[in-house]
């Protein structure tokens, strides 16, 4: 094979995080002959039946879009079989993928994982490594086997993680560099060159789990930095939840400062324009934006007009 159209190649990818790498597909000019996704699901105040976001490009691109409710019956696996593809990219698509289907294209199955393996294997890695207060994340193209993550990198990208990194902001440049990483493992495969599979080291192993609503509550007896990573981490889903002077709200931006003190864990130390610092089992967090009761997101300063009393206090 000398040139990209002569691949045939299936995505599969459900959330925005995968749009990027579709679309990345479809640029270097191999044949995107179908797109698998997950199934419609409701979504809205409406809970209204919504097609994921890489349905949603798959359409406006022409492509042929398959969406079972899972790839072990015989069936769904005839159907992929039934494309020919070359090649199967999978980018967060969120259903496991047999041994048989792994075996279906001739080159296998490659995937686009958004964390340096094998640190946060698994569903939620973006948001796991804020929360860890990891200094670095990345992407990996890995060729893919049974277990969950397991498979040998073929190539990786690293970016920092900055104090000013959301869960938002980080996974916006993940899939702008799963993109990267994919376009030049489709370049170079077709080039005639065999990409080096480096097996993951046995050290070092994490699993990131699914995100659950319940870890959006802020514990302020832990010290400042850890809740300032959980309000990074949850921006923009499932957003942190504290209360204030007894009212509770969704913090959205905040951030730990060094601030000896005895006051009792969540309690306002100061509150003015810089933000609202409460006290933390450590330290304190400076809330500077949040959103009250089916209200909308606003700065500590408009919450702080609202609310007159708090200034009052020490």
């Known amino acids: 094979m000398n040139s990209l159209s002569g691949l045939r190649l299936v995505f599969a990818g459900t959330p925005e995080f995968a749009v990027p790498c579709l679309e990345a597909c479809r640029a270097?000019?191999?044949?995107?002959?179908?797109?698998?996704?997950?199934?419609?699901?409701?979504?809205g105040r409406g809970r209204k039946l919504t097609p994921s976001p890489v349905k949603q490009a798959a359409l406006a691109a022409g492509i042929a879009i398959e969406q079972p409710e899972s790839l072990k019956p015989v069936e769904?696996?005839?159907?992929?079989?039934?494309?020919?593809?070359?090649l199967l990219v999978v980018v967060a698509y969120g259903l496991i993928l047999p041994r048989k289907v792994l075996a279906?294209?001739?080159l296998g199955c490659w995937n686009v994982h958004a964390s340096l393996?094998?640190?946060w294997r698994g569903a939620a890695p973006i948001q796991r490594a804020i929360l860890a207060g990891d200094s670095e994340s990345g992407v990996d193209l890995m060729q893919m086997e049974a277990g969950l993550d397991t498979g040998p990198v073929l190539l990786q990208r690293r970016t920092p993680i900055s104090r000013d990194d959301t869960g938002g902001s980080l996974h916006d440049r993940l899939a702008m560099l799963g993109a990267e990483v994919l376009v030049e493992g489709l370049r170079r495969t077709l080039a005639g060159e065999v990409l080096t599979a480096t097996p993951q080291p046995a050290e070092g192993v994490t699993y990131a789990h699914k995100l659950d609503k319940a870890e959006a509550r802020l514990d302020f007896s832990r010290p400042a930095i850890e809740?300032?990573?959980?309000v990074r981490?949850?921006?923009?889903?499932?957003?942190?939840?504290g209360a204030i002077a007894g009212e509770p709200l969704r913090i959205w931006a905040a951030?730990?400062?060094?601030?000896?003190?005895?006051?009792?864990?969540?309690?306002?130390?100061?509150a003015g324009r810089d933000g609202i610092d409460l006290?933390?089992?450590h330290g304190a967090l400076r809330v500077t934006a949040l959103q009250r009761a089916g209200g909308k997101r606003i700065g500590a300063i408009d919450y702080l007009n609202a609310r007159p009393d708090l200034r009052r206090l020490p």
């Open 279 to 281: 006290a933390c089992g």
């Open 28 to 43: 270097s000019g191999a044949e995107v002959v179908a797109v698998y996704t997950q199934p419609d699901r409701p979504a």
């Open 233 to 241: 981490a949850f921006d923009p889903w499932p957003v942190a939840e």
């Open 227 to 230: 809740l300032e990573r959980q």
């Open 104 to 106: 279906i294209p001739r």
């Open 117 to 119: 393996l094998p640190r």
């Open 255 to 270: 951030q730990a400062i060094e601030l000896d003190h005895h006051a009792t864990p969540g309690s306002v130390l100061a």
């Open 76 to 86: 769904a696996q005839q159907t992929l079989a039934a494309y020919r593809p070359d």
